[in-house]
Structures are given as structure tokens and as C-alpha cells.
């Protein structure tokens, strides 16, 4: 992994040392076991674990052993073995495999690189239920298909966020049940020699219980889920990330990423504020999906194992946790400085016409129709029409939208004018259909007799004082988000 | 998905007939529930519920309508609408978003889709479960990297295969309680004019509870871990079936998939059977690994919803399905006729030489030589040096293994030798270690002098009566099998 | 493949009675080689010719057959053989494997597949290249990481989407090369009693070469890169469709997919115009990486072959051509249909201050400054500075700015104010700069006294009118596009 | 990357020293190019030069900047701006956007870590057509399915190995054609400042030429099939590993991987040769998809760029390369020392009773057949049953497959037995069939009666001598291996 993207702790976890130092612990809890069953003299293990803990174990020779024999657990032997006496010797490793001595000390590694993965997820998760606090009130467009949708507020949107990474949490917690399991079960998984009461022990006091039934090696559907669950966090993350650079984009940005004072957005460009961080995710999410497929293939082994997954394993999970842990560290960094534009979230409501209630429009209005032995579908139609009404465009806009300049002399006159044109209110829906202001479309079927009848019919019914009042009522952001303080106390409790 | 692959109820599931019916019921219930509420008259469910029972849904009507409007969900109700009176339509998709319909149904198809899978993979279970207590004293070689490992039964085998299988089972019915959530909160997930009282009460109907915080559509994070619990099954088939195949590899073969009277191996060649079904697992496992990939994007969509996803789903899913399940049938079939060799498993055990002891050799050695003060490293050195001289050839075999022909006709040469060869038994280190015959081999290191020390050592400690005991004992079947009754009882209670 | 997604000229390739129909032409070309070669009689070639013409394929038979006999192409010999007499029966697949017969049809069958892939892709380039000679002078911003950038004409965005297209076009001829090649040299590939001039005979017969020393099938090496080739363009159309779905954003698009006249946008909101067409783009891309992948790992077979590609292929191959054609297609519909708003493009430019000119505005002023002993990053950090003070709010946008909401009272008071407020002209670095009209700025590091003096020194630098006028030149469309005639002319000779 | 896969040369290409020294080239190359269009005198670019080669870069202080500013390009220039006078500072990275210095250094790690993959590729080629020839003559049974199919030399095995690592090459050289382009043309891809002239002549220093028509980068459209061909070279390789596996199972092995003198199998089990090198091919297999996977994705990006790329191209193409030329090299290792047994490859043969010429047996009879008016079927079916009855078995070996122990105790009773029964020579179906020894068999669907006929029509046609000797003709590997000279001759021109 790019040392960009290491995290220092994941490292440490999957180093070396730390490997050999954690098979070293289930050598001399395999002996500890003993003690405790009365196979073997306690004076024997303090003697052993004196000495190994005493001696460190020495890296370079272990290297060196383990490029002469290829196996690197025997050449961990071999460098213990070096330290003890001759009567010593003999209680190592005795009566396991290798993968006796590997694979708790594998499950140990995944163990404590989840707990990393954990705290930075509660972490991100906090920084977001504080985030739906503080935005609780403060009211924009949602968005579908990237079209202004209904009201609501940005408190909301981290409630998703929100919400989908307690997902992401709570399926992480699932797989990690398997990560209890550990086998000091032999060759073959029968055992040969060892006593599964000294498995049992042994797996005790290292936190673990046996999983019967295994090959030579644990079987690695115990671990694919997890990677499905780390990877999957990355994904959630780019979603989270992918809203962020949308409402980032320059024009109108509700959003921004944290920017340095010092920071340089272009080595051109020296305008520029780049969302660089939340491009990042997109490239995380894309790594932890290959990661995650590395890992998944393991399970696929011929008979009681061969070592298709050992290379892959010292690969794809450490950087597969690197990718996670950093991901969750950067996403936390870029919400915990987000800088949020109240002002463009609502300057974007006042140019959407009111369209954010036309689901109430045409609910109200499909009531007064029913009146009138009209259909829903045509209060579909209105609303429909009313609201392309409203983003239709008058005088100078219209002419610059009909024309595609043919030179580059034409285009620089139509840019001075889009320069110096005022840029007019537009009129609401909430306005339109009262008023009966509706138009014909081009876009739409209704003929221009039909829009007449339909304009002579909603003066007469809006020209009601009650309907009126009902009317403007959905239009409001309090009405808009009524239930949203609902959702706070079920998710939030408040 | 070709129909060689698909499975009739998945189909059946994953049918516009079953959607648009799902879709029916969830309109239903979404007026039942206003009826429980008190919102709605029961008069006007029951006129809904009768007249859209009595008229089927026009199919060929609905993919008209939207091929013009392109939007199913509102294609849909537009073909329901038909058929209610002006004063009722009101009631059908009160205040819902499509996604509101589309939800629900769509779990259920996944709901339905699991249990199937369930039920399959529960019948493989019991076919392995029926197996490992059959071949509960067949013993085998087990193989570890391809060699012949350490003795096991093949009943043991059939108990892994077994174990990783309820692992997967396991793993499937933690993910699958997310299909507890469905949602009804409309198009931005903040209900509009939703009431949750509404959600709560159609859900319960339809056998959910309701998620809240969603955007327009339940959160993918949901799904990704079912898609990746089902595509682990079928790599764990293609494991299982990966053994398969190794074991029917012919020459000797241990294993042979089911092969019909009237079957052909090969259009060239009569004499083959070929184990077509374990190998198209193979290309299953394959093909689910693509589909759980397509799915577990579909995470990612922009702010409240876009449809990435939607035609993904309408893929992927019933073609995951159909390849889970078409993968649990081929392997039930394919182990429940599954033909086992025990005599060749007994000559590969004879032709093995007694290696499958050799951990256990070495242990007893080791501890021979430690009461003459020599290191466990001998012990180690001894029961290699013994093995590789049990596999070295004599006469003819040696000449043939030393001559690569360099004509055709002394390969013919050759060939007719090596048919015309006495097949000698083999020395088994059992034998040769006690009788001190240890003799130089190229391949090691040990010299020609060493050895001579060693092989008078060995005959001196081998006099003994009760060490010949203790060797020969560690040799037999039922001391090298003796934790498995421990495996059975642990894992069968049996 | 659901039915939305299927193309009929792909499945009729795919179809069972084209691939039984191919294989009859390769079992007839076999025997016409045999009579060109004069080791057969023409008249048998013709009376087998004229027979399997004459009578059609049994499917149903074949199909009974082959679940019988478990061996598709057996079983299609054994239909076919029904209509031969006893002395002709032997003509048909003499000296073949099945693959024999199989390969070349399956080629065949990609073969015409990709035809139809390069017509649809093609198709896409020819309106791509319509369109950038249309927009040719339409100008807009640029943007990188979303951020306006600098000044381009949509024209040249449209012929960068047709350099990529291209790009694609010429990765996927460069696979197709390999279609070339078919085998039909036995069942280890070693041709058995195939002569091998019999196999270079039919081969040209069916407009291939052999390709030696295969095994028994066709390296998978051969179609790998095909599906790259295919999976790739799938990838390019959706990172277009992904700027047309950032265009079409709703506020102030610039794009517009095509939205027929009756279409519906969504079930609950009339006013919606949703980006449905390029979104599914993104599902189909993910689609296409999972079926590429399938095919991928079909190189994998032991040794002379296994059947683990099979399964994969009859799925994946016309799924993928499902995928890649119906996504050209789609997108020719949305390109060929899509709206553009030149109006809405200048008005964002108009509204980004001058800042498109920025690397040049810095140029011209770092060689103001060389002048006066200052260095680039000064110039860079005037530039800057200007922008931001650009960006900056005043009055009653600050006020909004500056106020989080406590309670939705205050939202509904803020969102009246934004609806109330003029929108006022920005004022552009084109004129900050030249005036001296900078200020501090809290998101940047420059203290208000180097600023001052910065003011001072600018004002003194542009009291020139030859430099004044140097500077307004940098501003005008026509020196920002300047070079974009040299692309056009590079690209399509225009 | 783990150290243990790691390649020196390609850590170095991919190093920071190497990049930034890239970058310095390009950027010095920019002002060449000026130097040779006369735009910049050459005293500029000399002193530039000297000052910039003779100053290394401190990298450090590049690391601190690039923190603080976040953006690694613009921190070089600061860099290296600092060592330049201030009259020298604006010649460098002039018009230029900080990519188009970073991809002609990006593609230059390309190119030079392709060419070490092509020599790597190349030098297992050389190996196996070394191979080919050496074992031209080493007759071995093809297997397709794993079954023992035809005869072939294990010379054509390695041909067929060396058949499909061309194929990989030329892809490979294929993809590579895409790496002579690059881009100096701005932000944007339309040049701003920067003059085309200067660009070409740019390139031209650095060996490329330009791609007219990118956006800010480089389309990865230009890189992903590359990606493509390298992952398919280790696809390719763990094609081979696993036919070496499947052949060094042990029993009866044919191949062996080599094995040190000192290397141990196992912890446990002396005995053991594992195949961990080829074993560990199908890891790297995985790894390579999931980097090409990785890769393959960035050809989506937003408008003119954004940068979901580069952290996975900094991880992806270094790590993806490591792989390539790690396994190329450990499979040279593999083939260059691979153990061969030329005897057990005879002895399998001459246990397959003859079924190798199964293909020719059931042609020759046909044709006799077709004498008496006997269809082909008949034909297939007496070879079919002549197989199967030679690999029948007699007596203590039949009782031996009949029974399944149901005690440990019956289990060492039929060890016993079985280490003990005479290993009889098996009938060939080279005599059985003439001899008309066909015997009914419970898993074919023939009657005894119709056996009986065969069995007194074979006697009858196998009393021609001629006949006899025609038959006996088609048993010899001389008639089997017949068209080998010809793909040898084709393949490697001899």
C-alpha cells in the first residue's frame, strides 16, 4: 500500500514481528494448556517462556532460514528452537501443523485490525448524528435522478447517511462472530496426536473456541464475509463522498470540502477549490471491491488445503484494511470540516418554482377536480404543466436558448448579453395555478383549448379564501418537513 | 439465463406476473391499513380489493402503456385505474412514491427467492450428513498441497464439506434479516404527506417493519450481504466439487460423478467419463461471483436516489438466484449417486508407503533419540530420508525413469516395457526405519557416512519388542483415526 | 437477459437454431474439404447436403436427446444421422470432437456479434461528430473535479467523447484479429486421424485459419481481450452519460436528456424530468464488468480442457453483447434527442466571475510583476485571492449565509428572504484586478497590509492601456478558444 | 506489495525518486522544445538544466510541502523553483497544467515495466519451446476432463503451454501500441496557452506522440486493455501451475515441482513435497483480476477529469506488476527445474488397457461393421463396453470395492488385504476386442445376448491377419503421435 494511504496501527498489526510475535504466544499457550491439563511440569513452560520472551526473536535469520527451506513457520521454529536446550526442545510445537500455530495468530490480526475499523465507524457515525443536530432546520432541495424533488433538510440527508452506515456497522458486527473460531486440530483436521482437550485449552486462553470439522486450515467462508462487510463500508462512503461532490460543483455549491489555507486547488488554475478528498472514495471504493474479491476466492482450496490463499492473504487484507481505516479517517476529516451554503440550499428553493410541492399540489388539487367529476389524471397534468410553465424562460433567455452561434464572434456576443441581463424572479407554481396563468407547452400535449378551460376552472375554484389558505399551506417548509422531527426521535431518540 | 440453468420457481418469483401482483398487494394493504386506522371506509377497501382480484391484471396492456410513458410503476397503476370508478381511484397509491410499491414487492421476491435456497441447501446437508456416517471407516489418504497427507476417512471428508456448508448457512441467515425492512416514507424518505402510522400498519400486513431514515429507496447495504452469502455457497460447491473431481481423475479414482446408461462421454472417444457436472460448478461459481459484484454497487446511487441499480436488479438478482439454486440441485444430485472406490483408496494407503505416519514416526523417534541425546532435527532428518528411499525405484523402473526417448520408436521401446513390468510392492517406512535400511538419496543432504550411524542406531533401539510395539501401533488405522468417533459426536452428536 | 435489454439480432445469433445450424455447416464443410482434397466423392457430399437442407432440425428431438445422453453435440449427430442412410452416416464428423464442430460455429458466432457491436458504435461516433461540429462555437465552462475550469465550446466536449469512442473502436479491432482463428485437430489437439489438410480446407471453407497447438478446445487466451474490448465501451459510455447526467442537473442544466411527450417522471411529483436513460447507462456498466470477468477466468481449464467455460459462455457471451448494444443504442437515442441550453452555459460562465481565465490572468501577471522583481507566486496569489473575493457574499446573501436555522420558524423566514432578495451582477477579477479592488479574506493566508500594497502596485500596473488591453484580451471567448480550430482540423480533418 | 513478491526493478521505476525525476524531464523537455522552435534562447535552457540536474531533489521537503498544500505536482515545482533565479523561475512549467507533466512520466513507468514483463514472458517461452523439444518423444496420456484421453508427448503438452503465452504476448504488444501517445495540452485539453507546437515537439524529446482531443488526462481508455493483458499473462501461468499440480499429485506423479535440498514440506510431515509454488499462481491469478479490476474502472471519470484514478493507479499498476513478473519468474523457476517421470507417464499408459486409441478402435470397426451392415453406433458402443470391462476388476479387488467397512476394525482387515493382493496386468481393449472377450457390464445398457453376437462376429473379422494387423497399427504411440512432426514444424519451424 502507498504509504499516502497506511495506517500507522493496521501496519503494526500485520508486521512482521507482530506475526511472529503472535505465533510465539500460541506455541507457548499450546504448552500452558498442557500445564493446566497435567501433561507437562509448569517448571517446564516458566522455563520456556522465560527464555523465548527473554530472547527477541531475531528477523534477519528467520529470513534467512526461511529463504533456504521455504516455510516460514519451520524457520520460526528453527530460530526458537536455537534458544532452547535440547530437553526443551521437544515441548514446542508439539503434535500441531503449522496452521496449528498460524491460524490463531491470523485470527488475532483480523481481530484487532476489526476493532480499528470499528472505533474510526462510530467515530464517522458521531460526527454525523452531531452533523443531522446542527442541519435539523436547515432546508434544501432533495434530490432524485439528480432533479429537485421534495423539501427537507440537510439534517435529514445525514440522518441517511447516517442510518446507512449503522447498516454498514451492524453487518461488520455479524461477520465478526465468526472471528471466535481458531483450530489447533492437526494436519488433516482429525487431530493425529494432539489432544482436543489441549485444543480446547490452548484456543481458551488465547480467547478463542474450536471450530470442529476443518481441513488442515480454517475454512475461509468463516472470512469472506467480513471482507464483503470492510468493503462494503467503502462503498457507503463513496455514496456519502458522491453527494458531496454533487453539491459541491462551483455555480451554486451547498457544500464544500474542507480547504487549506495554504492549499493549492490547481498547479494552473489558481481559482480552483477541488473536491479531491471525496474523488479520493470513488478510488477507495474501487480498490476494496478488488481486495474483496481477492479474499473471496480463498475459499476455494483442493482437499484438505493447498496455500492458493497464503499470498493473496498477506496482500489483500492488510491493504484491504489500510483502504477501510483510511477511508473512514478521510470521510470523518472532510464532514468534521464540511463548510454547508444555507444560503444557496434556499436560493435553490426560491428558483424551483414551488415544484417541491407538487406532489401536495396535485394531491389538493386532484380533491377540488374530484369535485368537478374530474380525474387525478388531470390534476396530474396541470401541476405537470405548471411547473414546465415556470422554468420556461421570457425576452432575452429565450433568445439566447434558441440560438447555437455558427461563429465564434456570435458567441462572444451572446455571452456579453447573458452578462448583462437581469436575472428576473421566476413565477411559482403556487402562483400559476391559482391564478389560472397556465400556458401551452411544447413539451407537453394538452392543447391550448384545453389549457383555457382548465385556467377559467382553477380561477373559480381558488377564488375560495379557504382553498387558498390550504393551497399555500403545502408550500411551506414547516408543512414540508412535519414529519421529519418523527424520524429524529426514532433514529436519534430526540 | 439459459434454460438449462434456470429453476422453475424462480422464474415464477422473479415473473412480471408475480411483480405486478406483489405490487397489487402492496396498494391493497396500504388501504387495508388506512381502513385499521380508521382513515378509510372498509366498504371502499373491499369494492377496491374485489374489483382488482376479479380483473387481471392486462399484461400486454401494461408493457404498452410503458413503453409510452417509461415508467412501469405508474404504467401499472394507470392499467388498475381502468377499473375503478372515478371515486375510488383517490385511494389507490394514496401519497405513496413508486418506490413505496416497489419496495415491499421487491423484498418479498427475495424473501421467497432464500427460502428456496434454504431449503436446497438444507437437502445438501443432509445428503452429506447421510454420507459422512456411510463412510465413517472408509479410510482414504488425506491429501494436503496434492500429497498424501495423514490417514483420514472419507466419512471425515463428507464432515468438512458438511461444516463449511452450515458455515454458509449460517452466514445466509444472518443477512437474511434485513429482509425484515421494507418502507412506505415516500419520495425523499421524509413521508410528504405520509402518514407513518400508515407505513407501519401496511408493513405489518405485508410482514415488515419499516426503516426509517431511508432516501426514496431502502438502502442497498441491506441487500449486498445477502448477494454475497449467496455467491459464497457456490464457491463453496465448487470446492466440494473441486475434490470431486481430483478424487475421480481416472487411473486410479477414488470418486466417480453419477454417469448415466445411456450417456456419452465424448463424441470421439468411448471410454470416457467425464465429470461434466462438478466441472460446471466451477463455471457457476463463476458466474455467481459476477452477479454479487453487479449487486454490490448498486450501494452507490446520488443523493436520494437514481436508477443505476434498477436494471441491475432486474438481472442479477433471478440470475443469482437461478445459479444458487441450479448449483445446490446439481451437487445434491451429483453426491447423492455419487460412486465411491474404497479398494482404491485402500491401494493408495498401501502404495503410500506408510508416510501417512510419518508425523507420528518422527514424534516416537524423536523420542527415541533424545534418551541417546540426539535433536529432534534427526527425527525429522530419519523419517524424510525413510520416505523418499520407500518412493525410489529399482531396475527396470529406474531405467525407464532416467531415459527420456529421443525417437518415437524408443518411446515405443519403453512402452512396451513399462507394460511388460512387474509391479514389485514398495518398502513401507514402517519397515525400514526399524530395520535400519536407510540408504542415500540424491535429493537430501544426509551422507553416506551419517546415514550408516544412523541405520546401526536404529537397528540397536528397534530390538526392543515394546518399541517395535509402539511403531507398528502408530501405524494402524485405527490409532491414526482414533479422535475422529470425538469429531462425529462434536459435530452429528454421533 | 430481461426483455427491456435484449437485442433481437443478438439473440437470434445466440439462439439455439442458429448454433445447431452453424455446426451443421461446419459437420458439411468437413466433408466438401474431404471432396476438394479428392478423398471424397462429391456426389456423397451432395446427397448429405441436400438431405440435412431439406429436412429441419428437430429441436424438441435434440433437446429429449441430449437430456438422455447428456452430450449436446452427440446428440445433435444423433438427430441428424436419423435422416442419413447407413453408408452415408459415416461422412458426418468422421475424424472430429465435438469441439471440432463446435469451435468454429462458436466463433461464428461472435464473429457476427461484433458486427453488429462496431455498426452501433459507429452509429454513436457519426452523431458525436454531428455534434461537435454543431456546438462547435457553443461555449461553456470546463470543470474539473466538478469545478469550473476553463473556457471550452461544447463542441469539443463532444469530440473528446469521440475520441474515446474511437479509442474503444480500435481497442476491440485489435481483438476481433483474433476471430481469425478456429481448430478442428481432435480431441487433444494432435489431430488423432484428422488430417491436418483436411482441417486448413474446411476452416477456409468457413473463412478462418487454424490456429496450432491447441488442446482440445480453443485457447480462451483468444477471447479475453473481446470481452475487454466490449466491457470497456460500456465503461466510456457511461462516464459520457455521466456528464450528461452532470449537466442535467436540475437549478441551471445545461443538458437535457430526451423526455417524450406522455413520459412521466415520477408516480408522486408531475414536475419531474428525471435522467433515467444515462443513469441505467452506470447499471449497465457494472453489468458488463461482471460478465467480462466471467469470461476472464475461462483461460482456467485442466490440462487438454474441462468443461468449466461452457456453462459461462452460453450465458455470459450474449448477455455481454445484450449489454453493449443496447447501451450504444440508448445512447445514440439520448445523444441524437438531447436538449442543450446554450443560455444556461453562458449564464454560468457569466456568473464564474472571470475565473476561467485564471492561468492566463496569472501568466500575464506574473510578467507584470518579473517587472517589478515580484515572484509567480505572488501572481498566483493575487489571482487567487481575486477569485475569491469574487465568490464572496455581500449583504443579505451573508446573513444568509452565516445563519443556521435553531427552529423551522427560522427556515421559513430565511427561505422568504431568499425568495425576496435581487440577485445581483458579481463583479469579475477581469475588474478586481486591474482597479485594486482586493480584500481580505479569511480562507486565505494574505494579511490586509500585503494586500494593500498589492492594490496599490496593480492599479499603478494597469493605468497602461496597452496592458489593459492585453488583460481584457485574455477574457474574450475567442483567445480562450484559440486553439480549438487546430482539434477540430487534428480530429476530423475540419 | 509484500516484500516477498516484490520485483527490485520494478520498486524502482515505480519509486518517488523515479517519478519525480520524470516530472523534471518533462518539464525540461518542455523548454527544449521551445529551444528548438526558437521561442526560448538555448543559454536559458542550459542553465536550467545544469542547475536542476546538479541540485537532486530533496524529498523530504517535498513530502512536508505536498502535506501542507496538497497537491504533489505544484510541491515539486516549489521544489525546484527554489534552486532556479527568479528570471529562470517562469520558464519552467510554463502554459503547463500539472498534468500534462505527470502523464508522459505515467506512461513512461508503463513502457519501462512492460519491458521487463516481455523479457520475463519471453524467457518462459524460450524455457518451454527448450521443453518442447526435449520432450518430444516422452509419450504421456492427454487428459480432457481429467480423464486419460489420448495419446500426446509431453512435448506437445509444453507446446500447447508455449501456444498460449504467444497469444498472450501479442496481446500484450497489441495494448502496448496505445503507450506512444501523451498530452501537453493544458487544463482542459484545448491548449489555453500552451502552444501544439510546443507539445509536439515536446513529446517528440520523450519518444511520444500527441493524443489530440483529451481532457485534462489522458483517456484510461488508452491504458485499461493493457491492464487486461497483463492479468491475463497470470491467468495464463496459473493455467499451467495447474496442470503441473494436477500432474504432481502424489500416488503415481508425472511432474514434480523442484524441491531444495533443504526445503521442508511441512512442520508436521516429513514425507511431504508440496507444490507451493505452483499453488501459489492461482493466488497471483487472483490478485491480477482483482488489479486489473481496480484499474479497468478508471476510465470513468467526471467532465474533464476528476481524481477517482490516482490513488489506485499509485497502488494498482506497481502492485499489478510485482504480480506479473513475480509469477512469470517463479514459473520460469518452476519449468527450468521441473522433475519429469517419463516411467509413470508409461505406466499410466499401459494402465489405460488401451483406451487412448479408444478413437481410432471405434473408427476401424465401424468400417468393418459397416461390412456386415452394422450402423456406427454399434461401433461406439462395443468400444465403449470393451473399456469398461477392461477396467473391471476380479476377485480380492472387486471384494475390496464392494465393501464399505462399518468398523475401524473391518477397515484394517481390508488394508491388510489390500497392501497384499498381487497387482495384476490389466487386458487391453487391444485384446479384447479381437479376441471377443466382451463381457456384460451393469452400468452399460447392451444384454448378454447381444454381447454374445459381438463377441462371435469380432472373432470371425479379427481371423484376417490383415485386418489384425490394422488394428494393432493404430494401438502404437508411431500411429498416435503422427501428426505431432507437423505442429512442430508449424509451431517452432522444425
Redesign the interface.
Known sequence: ??E??TIEKITKIWSTENKLSLWQKTELMAIKARVILGLVAETIFLKIEETLKRIPIDIPWWKNRDK????D??AF?DER?RHLT??L??YL??????YDTEEPAFVCMLRESVQIVIRSLEEVCKTLKAMAL??R???MN????????????FG??C??W???LQ??LN?LK??VS?LKYAKLS?????????D?AVEIETLKQLGFEP??????IL?R??F??LA??L??IV??L??IA??I??G?????PILQEP??????????????????RT??M??????A???M??I?????????????????E???WP?LFHVVVHSLKTMNAVLTGLT????NM???????CG?YA???A??LL??FL?ER?L??EVA??I??LA??NALE?SGG??R??D??????????V??K???S?D?P?RES?QDIIPLGHLRHSP???ATEKEIEGWNVMLFTIFSSRRIRDRWNQIF???Y??R??P??YE??LGK
Open positions: 500500500m502507498d499516502r494511504y533456504e527451506i521455504r516455510h513457520l519451520n521454529l528452537l535440547e530437553e526442545q521437544r510445537h508439539e503434535d500441531m501443523t503449522s446542527k442541519y432546520y436547515t432546508i432533495a434530490r432524485t435522478h439528480g432533479q429537485e424533488a421534495k423539501l427537507q433538510s435529514k440527508r440522518l441517511t447516517y442510518v446507512i447498516l454498514d453487518n455479524n461477520t465468526s492437526g494436519a488433516a483436521g482429525n487431530y493425529g496426536d494432539m482436543p471450530l470442529y470439522g476443518t481441513p488442515q475454512p467462508e468463516l469472506a464475509p464483503q462487510a468493503c462494503q462503498q457507503s463513496d455514496k458522491t453527494d461532490r454533487l459541491a460543483r462551483s455555480g451554486r480547504f487549506g489555507k495554504k492549499q493549492k486547488g490547481s498547479s494552473a488554475m489558481p481559482h480552483k477549490k477541488n473536491t479531491i474523488e479520493q470513488e478510488g477507495m471504493a474501487r480498490m471491491r478488488g481486495y474479491n481477492m473471496l476466492e480463498a475459499i476455494k482450496t483442493w482437499e484438505e488445503r493447498a496455500i492458493e490463499q497464503s499470498c493473496v498477506r496482500v489483500a491493504d454547508v451554503y444555507p444560503d434556499l436560493l435553490e428553493i426560491a428558483d424551483s415544484t407538487s406532489e401536495e396535485k394531491k386532484r380533491e374530484a367529476g380525474s387525478s396530474y397534468r401541476v405537470q411547473a414546465f424562460l433567455f429565450q439566447l436558448r440560438g447555437i452561434p455558427s461563429t465564434i464572434e456570435e458567441a462572444e451572446a455571452l448579453e447573458a452578462s441581463l436575472r424572479r407554481i413539451q407537453l400535449e411551506r417548509p414547516s414540508q418537513l414529519r421529519e418523527f424520524l426514532k433514529i
